[in-house]
């Protein structure tokens, strides 16, 4: 099991939904411009910020692909 299917076993049926949506959007390229998307440094991936949550992804030619999705805290960009 992988630490995201940990984290939506821990997470309410509220923040599950607030999820799925966040990674719905990420598909669709005009709704990407209003959300806060950042490019991580020394990478090729970006974050996007939903509340406490963090979506770590990258790109395939137009298409986002979620890498991951972590809680906020110190630990949230190590590791890539």
Avoid: C, W
């Avoid at 005009?30 to 406490?52: E, H, T």
């Avoid at 991951?68 to 890539?80: A, C, F």
């Amino acid at each position: 099991m992988d630490s995201t299917e940990k984290l939506l076993r821990k997470i309410s049926k509220d923040d599950r939904a607030i999820l799925n949506k966040l990674t719905d959007d990420l598909q669709v390229p005009l709704l990407r411009k209003n959300m806060d998307i950042l490019k991580l440094a020394d990478s090729d991936y970006f974050r996007v910020r939903k509340g406490k949550f963090r979506a770590i992804f990258h790109f395939e030619g137009k298409e986002a692909i979620v890498d991951s999705v972590r809680l906020r805290n110190e630990k949230t960009y190590r590791d890539l």
